[in-house]
Nanobody, 125 residues
Framework: QVQLVESGGGMVQPGGSLRLSCAAS????????MGWFRQAPGKEREFVAA????????YYADSVKGRFTTSRDNAKNTVYLQMNSLKPEDTAVYYC??????????????????WGQGTQVTVSS
């Protein structure tokens, strides 16, 4: 099992950029599919992006497609979420999550069984 720690959150003006990192400890990080989710105040946690264990396939919510990019460096046990052209509606706590399943729906929150503690992203002028 892996443990996950997010970093890189903060406050940024609309149109700005942030890069979130999710560092994993434990064995076999390269065998885990990784996801990014976010939760705004008063709302349910929602899918943002995901990347397969090999890094060969990635998936995005329509609301972030073209602005966010997820990537991973298996040698560093880290997954990233590059967020560009940020909007106030992107304000939320962002979580990374991991799944060891071989077959899963990357968009489904229930597919992931390990979660980080979250990092706050605030987009405001």
């Amino acid at each position: 099992q892996v443990q996950l720690v997010e970093s890189g959150g903060g406050m940024v003006q609309p149109g700005g950029s942030l890069r979130l990192s999710c560092a994993a400890s434990g064995r076999s990080f390269s065998s885990y599919g990784m996801g990014w989710f976010r939760q705004a105040p008063g709302k349910e946690r929602e899918f943002v992006a995901a990347i397969r264990s090999s890094g060969g396939f990635s998936y995005y919510a329509d609301s972030v497609k073209g602005r966010f990019t997820t990537s991973r460096d298996n040698a560093k046990n880290t997954v990233y979420l590059q967020m560009n052209s940020l909007k106030p509606e992107d304000t939320a706590v962002y979580y990374c999550a991991a799944t060891g399943a071989q077959s899963y729906n990357a968009y489904n929150i229930r597919a992931y069984d390990t979660w980080g503690q979250g990092t706050q992203v605030t987009v405001s002028s």
